[in-house]
């Protein structure tokens, strides 16, 4: 069965600096990866996703993840954040075309 | 465009009670599932189901059941209720399934959610 593991659970930064979220997946013949945002109380919001192609993927508020085939990662970017990115984010992959979830990482924006 | 609605939002219930909730996907999707979200976890897949039938099965005791409607639309039922059932119940939808991942191609979206607190 696929896992998948997010090595951080919180990433403090101040605005406007970069950011890296790491996450790391079992190794599967073929894999679909994504990256979700969880804001306080609310579901998950789909931000990015790797099916198939260019191994960078970028979603329209700035975050951008890269597939790496060789170390069995998907990490997720952002080159200046803003307090908004404030939130939750999962990495899940897919498994027989369900879900599997990380445990998390929150990042925290401070100004 | 409504998208996938959830109800109850909040609910509390006593231990070895009942539970049903409800999750009304997005129009013109057909596959329906189901995650449990324990506080400072991410989301475990619970159900899957495409056209009414169960397409997917986490680990879950039989506790936890689930049925979709001909409008598409999805129950889950958990009996016995224990404090660890305590938790974020999400519901997504898709237009389709497909083992290989096909459904994939048009991605998850989520409600909400069902925030359950046993008591």
Avoid: M
């Amino acid at each position: 069965a696929q896992s998948v593991t997010q090595l951080d659970s919180q990433v403090p930064v101040f605005e406007e600096a970069p950011v890296e979220l790491r996450c790391n997946y079992s190794s599967s013949v073929s894999v679909y990866l994504f990256w979700y945002v969880q804001y306080p109380n609310q579901g998950l919001q789909l931000l990015l996703k790797y099916l198939s192609g260019s191994t960078l993927v970028e979603s329209i508020n700035g975050f951008e993840a890269e597939f790496n085939k060789s170390q069995t990662s998907f990490h997720l970017r952002k080159p200046s954040v803003h307090i908004s990115d404030t939130a939750e984010y999962f990495c899940a992959v897919s498994d027989k075309g369900n879900l599997i979830f990380g445990k998390g990482t929150k990042l925290s924006v401070k100004p | 465009d409504a998208g996938v609605t959830q109800s109850p939002t909040h609910l509390i219930k006593t231990r070895g009670q009942h539970v049903t909730l409800r999750c009304s996907p997005i129009s013109g999707h057909k596959s329906v599932s189901w995650y449990q979200q324990v506080l400072g976890q991410g989301p475990q897949f619970i159900f899957q189901y495409y056209e009414k039938e169960e397409r997917g099965r986490g680990n879950f005791p039989d506790r936890f059941s689930a049925r979709q409607f001909p409008n598409y639309s999805s129950e889950l039922n958990v009996n016995a209720l224990l404090l660890g059932d305590s938790a974020l119940y999400l519901c997504a939808s898709s237009y389709r399934h497909s083992p290989l991942g096909g459904v994939l191609n048009y991605g998850y979206t989520f409600g909400s959610g069902t925030r359950l607190t046993v008591v």
